[in-house]
């Protein structure tokens, strides 16, 4: 059934979207391990890891375009689920340290031996296991938007009053990840990290795995959220976004659907997290700042919103800039392209990337077409 | 029974005493009325009245302060119910301002308005995704929509958005469509068209239509209730409605 609708409903941007993303799911690392390093065709690791790290964004990007762009609840604080699915990946890779820690302690985590920590505190037990790390990145995040979604969508909180609580959410969940005693490592986080699965978190292997799976999430986050949006439940979205009184008069309840949708697009951005963090090689509070969030918020309006596809490519557009030119002279000045592109885009493309190109496909196709001319009328 | 009382009323529809105020000003006043099953009530009265607010009594949007709601035969109270629960007992609105969902297309409208579950898990995987096309196509026909099926709701003109809005309400299927000034914005023809359209849901469902349009109610040729400062000034035929001498000094002004 869910295959029915992913092949039989797909517009021409998805249609390509998931061909490139499959390609390149399977060419980077392809480039990266078999081609001889002198090879023009060479993938140097770097971008390998780089790239790995766009794909766990466009994910987050196209989680939060669900919660948005089709149910229109502007969430200022989806990289808190980020975040936490990047803390729970963090708590089975410092457990997979084992005593190779400074301290060489057989179990604590080497800043719990230096807050002299005796045991274990309860809530990092189990997360020497992976399948109940990988459990722990969709189910807390998704918890978390549960409880908050249950309280202040039945309370009828909406707008800029929802944004500004989901911004408060992160903030909050940033000043208690700092303190040392809330047992995630303080201001340092989690790092250092040895082993994935067994395997050498470093090696070439490993990363170019790391980059496959980031790309295979990319691909099922953008399924998942396409089949949502194409069948009735999309509609009713809709329908929510754009008249939620009129979705209540008609017998929906609304706060049921907005639940839904937020839920699944936290637990979606947890899993992100839980594959940035690997490839990032560390996790600490500073992935909770309000401006990650509004960070993400800006990915999905410059790639255009409510398009799914488009929020990925302004994810890879923007960081690339944002790689690009963090690094030279501009450096300095980088916040202020960012918020340069967002007024720029909003006023100049108000549908974003996407909305432009295919505003210029649109005009190509009718100057490809004949046009009628006062010859043919006669 | 969830009211637990005993009494039953013989009103499909019965309100009894209701009274609300938005910051001390009375916009119902002690207003009782009863519906009777497959009735066509007019509601007509001068702007500030409160025909509006009675909707949103009935619908669940306003709670009164004081008085009681009663539906079907006085077996749900509505003043404990929320706007969700009500229209899902069987009681649709239509708004004054004609509010469709103007980004998808008039047969999606419909399709969202068809009467059946409406949890997310029955959205996303139950019978609203395969609605054949002839349900809602006979819909739009009855509408006279059937030309508008695939175009976004948001383009179609205002008279035809109104009709949507019946159209909507028609696919919801309740026991009592309130209908809130149908024929604002319409031409003559449309109008007529209008109290064709009601006319024919009246059949097997029971309708309260609030208009201004006199010659529209005269067409409706229903029993007429006018209001006034919240509660019921007259009530019966329009010609004795009209006729009525504190009626008159309403709407003229004193």
């Known amino acids: 059934m869910i295959t029915r609708y992913i092949f039989s409903r797909h517009d021409k941007a998805g249609m390509i979207f998931l061909i490139c993303s499959a390609l390149l799911a399977v060419l980077i690392p392809a480039g990266n391990l078999l081609l001889p390093a002198d090879s023009p065709f060479h993938v140097p690791d770097h971008v390998v890891s780089l790239s790995g790290k766009y794909l766990c964004y466009a994910s987050l990007a196209i989680a939060l375009d669900l919660v948005w762009g089709y149910c229109g609840i502007l969430s200022l604080g989806h990289g808190a689920f980020f975040a936490l699915g990047g803390y729970a990946m963090g708590m089975y890779l410092m457990r997979q340290i084992g005593p190779r820690g400074v301290y060489a302690h057989p179990v604590l985590p080497d800043f719990m031996v230096f807050l002299n920590w005796k045991e274990l505190p309860w809530f990092w037990h189990g997360f020497d296991m992976f399948p109940f790390a990988i459990f722990m990145a969709l189910f807390v995040p998704g918890l978390l938007a549960f409880v908050f979604g249950w309280l202040a969508f039945r309370s009828r909180v909406t707008g800029v009053y929802l944004s500004i609580i989901t911004q408060a959410l992160t903030y909050a969940l940033l000043l208690a990840f700092f303190r040392n005693d809330m047992g995630f490592g303080g201001n340092n986080g989690l790092t250092d990290f040895k082993d994935i699965l067994g395997y050498n978190i470093q090696s070439r292997g490993v990363r170019a795995v790391l980059f496959f799976l980031s790309a295979l999430l990319m691909i099922g986050v953008y399924l ?19 008249a939620e009184p009129r979705a209540r008069f008609l017998g929906y309840r609304t706060e049921h659907y907005k639940l839904a949708v937020f839920t699944v697009s936290a637990a979606m951005a947890g899993l992100a997290g839980a594959l940035y963090v690997p490839q990032v090689g560390i996790i600490n509070p500073s992935e909770f700042s309000p401006a990650n969030s509004i960070e993400a918020v800006i990915w999905v309006a410059v790639g255009g919103r409510g398009t799914l596809v488009g929020a990925a490519i302004g994810a890879f557009a923007v960081n690339l800039m944002k790689t690009i030119f963090t690094t030279g002279a501009l450096a300095p000045y980088w916040l202020f392209m960012l918020g340069g592109l967002f007024v720029l885009v909003t006023l100049a493309m108000p549908k974003g990337i996407l909305g432009a190109i295919s505003a210029l496909a649109d005009r190509l196709a009718r100057l490809r077409r004949p046009r009628p001319t006062l010859a043919a009328a006669e | 029974m969830q009211t637990g009382r005993m009494e039953t009323t013989q009103a499909l529809l019965y309100l009894d005493g209701v009274s609300v105020s938005f910051d001390g000003f009375r ?35 306003t709670r009164p302060d004081e008085g009681e709601v009663l539906f079907d035969h006085g077996q749900y109270d509505l003043t404990r119910l929320d706007e969700t629960a009500i229209a899902n007992l069987g009681i649709g609105r239509k708004f004054q301002k004609p509010t469709v969902f103007e980004d998808q297309s008039v047969a999606d409208n419909i399709l969202l308005a068809l009467k059946g579950p409406r949890s997310p898990l029955s959205s996303l995987f139950g019978w609203r995704n395969n609605v054949a096309a002839e349900r809602i196509d006979s819909i739009l026909d009855t509408a006279g929509l059937l030309g508008e099926r695939d175009r976004r709701a948001g383009e179609i003109s205002h008279g035809k958005k109104q009709w949507l809005e019946i159209g909507m309400l028609l696919a919801q299927d309740p026991a009592i469509l309130l209908i809130d000034e149908p024929a604002a914005g319409m031409t003559d023809a449309e109008t007529m068209q209008t109290v064709q359209l009601l006319k024919r849901i009246n059949k097997d469902h029971t309708i309260i239509v609030v208009e201004h349009d006199m010659d529209f109610v005269r067409a409706l040729d229903c029993k007429v209730t006018c209001l006034h400062e919240g509660s019921v000034l007259a009530e019966g035929t329009l010609d004795s409605v009209a006729g009525d001498q504190r009626v008159i000094e309403v709407y003229l002004g004193r």
């Open chain 2, 27 to 61: 916009a119902i006043n002690n207003l009782s009325l009863y519906l009777a099953a497959g009735e066509m009530r007019a509601i007509i009265g001068p702007n500030g009245a409160g025909k509006t607010t009675m909707m949103d009594i009935i619908t669940g949007k």
């Open chain 1, 224 to 242: 998942v959220s396409r089949w949502m949006v194409t069948t009735s439940f999309g509609k009713v979205v809709l329908a929510v976004r754009d």
